[in-house]
């Protein structure tokens, strides 16, 4: 099946620094990727979605000078937290899917990044 | 505006009894509908999926939910619980054609031996 890494696993970091996280498909191409958040015992945030080679598509109430999107080539996303903040701890999410703009495509999710800001 | 409703933020059982987690939606326009599983600390796993055809749709590990247009409904059962199988589940929905799967909050299942 469909596999897709993140990496780090985990990081911590001090309030201020930027952090960077990458996602990557590792046996298929995937022209749209998702970049989600996840709280503590709650559900999944849609925060982006990333096309290979255009800019990616904030959703309401994200801010895209914080959360910097990249989506260089068709394995791998990547998720820049600028400035980080303690509040900006979270479990962070991709996913990748095979076909660009089709709601019943299957996405891969990846098995995610803990952020701690200190 | 789509949405999800998992009714049940925790559901318990003892192993070997059915498990039965429920999910409704809404859409304007004919959904699809997705069941992920989710262990501590990891991403999610897709369970099944119903796009069109067969409302009865059956996906892994045991699983299968039934997508009830009636009823906006579309919950998730399995005849025998394992107790690997205490996980959080999701419901998702996204729009026939549409990027976007929104999420349920998830329930939480408890497989008591």
């Known amino acids: 099946g469909a596999v897709v890494s993140q990496h780090p696993s985990r990081v911590i970091c001090k309030s201020g620094t930027s952090v960077k996280i990458e996602c990557r498909s590792l046996?298929?191409?995937?022209?749209?990727m998702f970049w989600y958040r996840q709280f503590p015992k709650q559900s999944l945030m849609l925060m982006a979605t990333s096309n290979e080679g255009s800019k990616a598509t904030y959703e309401q109430g994200v801010e895209k000078d914080k959360f910097l999107i990249n989506h260089a080539s068709l394995t791998l996303s990547t998720l820049t937290v600028t400035s980080a903040h303690p509040e900006d701890s979270s479990f962070y999410i991709c996913?990748?899917?095979?076909?660009?703009?089709?709601?019943?495509?299957?996405?891969?999710f990846g098995p995610g990044t803990r952020l701690t800001v200190l | 505006a789509q949405s999800v409703t998992q009714l049940g933020s925790h559901v318990s059982v003892s192993e070997g009894a059915l498990v039965l987690l429920r999910c409704n939606y809404s859409?304007?326009?004919?959904?699809?509908l997705f069941w992920y599983v989710q262990y501590p600390n990891q991403g999610l796993q897709l369970l099944l999926k119903?796009?069109?055809?067969?409302?009865l749709v059956k996906g892994i590990n045991g699983f299968e939910a039934e997508f009830k247009k009636s009823e906006t409904s579309f919950h998730l059962t399995k005849p025998s619980a394992h107790m690997s199988d205490a996980a959080e589940y999701f419901c998702?929905?996204?729009?026939?054609?549409?990027?976007?799967?929104?999420f349920g909050a998830g329930t939480r299942l408890f497989v008591k031996a």
């Open positions: 996913s990748a899917s095979l076909v660009q703009g089709a709601g019943s495509d299957t996405q891969y």
């Open positions: 859409s304007s326009v004919p959904p699809y």
């Open positions: 046996d298929f191409q995937a022209t749209t």
């Open positions: 998702a929905v996204s729009e026939t054609g549409g990027f976007k799967t929104i």
């Open positions: 119903y796009t069109t055809g067969a409302t």
